[in-house]
């Protein structure tokens, strides 16, 4: 059998994309653990804020919100989205950092200073003598990812779509048309390969003949901590400390904590490391009144980046019928929905470029085309 795409990655990106892809011809995904989103789709805790990344993930994360507001019919059995709210907070040497926050304000998605005083009243845990200002997002919401992520994928198979686990791919060859694309197991045969690998979608990318896009994976730890006694989690906000960039979030009933660290790694099962774990905790007993008495959980996510920060999706301008799907950083579950409907978009109209108007970026700002160029340059 031929299939029309053959998507490798089961994780947000590559059942998004499959779910679409699945209602115009014959899917089949590919991925390589025994269980689907197990490295960075598994690992995340998303909120949706438009005001997140830069300007390309920015427009992005705005043609996604209508998807997560109002999904398609039958799509899932609950909201996406749950009201959260994000406070970000300044000691007095970082006061000078957000302005730049600010500026990103516009009618339905505000961003407003409020006082230290209110934002202690927001979120009782955090130091007096730490905060000299604050400002506030109220349009963030938290996202189920695991509920997305089983929508599409439930969606994706309603549509006919097949999906195979513990398929790592060996390796890929395009001859007359078709791609051989070869497991441990057997060889598989597709018009359309979609590289949704994550971290390794340079390494499938080599394995193609394709030229690397630059993905530098990243690992991010967190812990999670048991909240303080009394406080209201329903009702508190997500908090970034804007020095650092780490940040705090209820999380199914206690308090999730990250320092966003960004550190350089190898597409692997990433583990948090002991030190890493030891520092994140004296930071929340430093500049918080969060008592770490135990650490309830603690892990490490890949977060996959390219030079620019904005992800690659688009045939690849050398290799035919490669479709790059990749790059997402830290903000893939919330562009999933936009992007997917425009990497469809590429496959079925044979890489014809689909009309800006209708997903408010660029092809060329996401394109795995402006890599080269950019190196050329």
């Known amino acids: 059998m031929i299939h029309d795409y053959l998507v490798i990655g089961g994780g947000i990106s590559g059942a998004s994309v499959a779910y679409e892809l699945a209602d115009a011809g014959t899917v089949l995904v590919l991925e390589s653990e025994t269980a689907l989103g197990y490295h960075s789709t598994g690992r995340s805790a998303a909120l949706f804020t438009r005001n997140y990344g830069g300007p390309v993930v920015r427009r992005i994360n705005a043609a996604s919100a209508p998807f997560f507001v109002a999904p398609p019919a039958a799509f899932c059995d609950s909201p996406l989205l749950t009201p959260r709210g994000a406070l970000t907070v300044a000691s007095a040497d970082a006061l000078d950092r957000l302005p730049a926050l600010l500026a990103l304000s516009e009618p339905g998605e505000e961003v407003v200073e409020i006082t230290p005083e209110e934002a202690l009243a927001r979120v009782p ?36 779509c097949l999906i195979e686990t513990g398929a790592g791919v060996t390796g890929l060859e395009h001859a007359a048309g078709v791609w051989q694309v070869r497991t441990a197991g057997q060889t598989h045969r597709a018009r359309i390969v979609v590289n949704a690998a994550g971290a390794w979608a340079d390494q499938i990318g080599a394995m193609a003949g394709a030229a690397s896009v630059g993905l530098v994976p990243m690992r991010r730890t967190a812990i999670i901590v048991d909240a303080p006694d009394g406080l209201d989690l329903a009702s508190s906000p997500a908090v970034d400390f804007v020095a650092t960039g780490a940040y705090i979030k209820p999380e199914a009933g206690k ?123």
Not at 258 to 282: F, K, M, N, W, Y
Not at 305 to 330: E, K, N, R, S, Y
């Open 255 to 377: 308090l999730m904590a990250s320092p966003g660290d960004a550190t350089p790694t190898t597409p692997q099962d990433v583990r948090p490391e002991e030190l890493d774990i030891a520092h994140l905790a004296h930071w929340i007993e430093t500049e918080t009144l969060i008592p770490v008495r135990r650490i309830s959980h603690s892990w490490a996510g890949l977060r996959s980046f390219t030079a620019d920060g904005a992800p690659v999706v688009g045939f690849d301008p050398c290799i035919p019928g490669f479709l790059w799907l990749a790059g997402q950083g830290g903000y893939g579950i919330m562009m999933a929905p936009a992007l997917a409907r425009f990497a469809a978009g590429l496959a079925l109209n044979g890489a014809a470029t689909p009309d800006p108007s209708e997903f408010g970026f660029d092809a060329e700002s996401i394109s795995p085309a402006r890599i080269g160029a950019a190196t050329d340059g």
């Open 125 to 160: 845990y955090l130091r007096p003598e730490r905060l000299a200002g604050a400002i506030y997002e109220a349009n963030v919401a938290d996202i189920d990812v695991a509920g997305l992520h089983q929508a599409y994928l439930k969606g994706a198979r309603r549509r006919g």
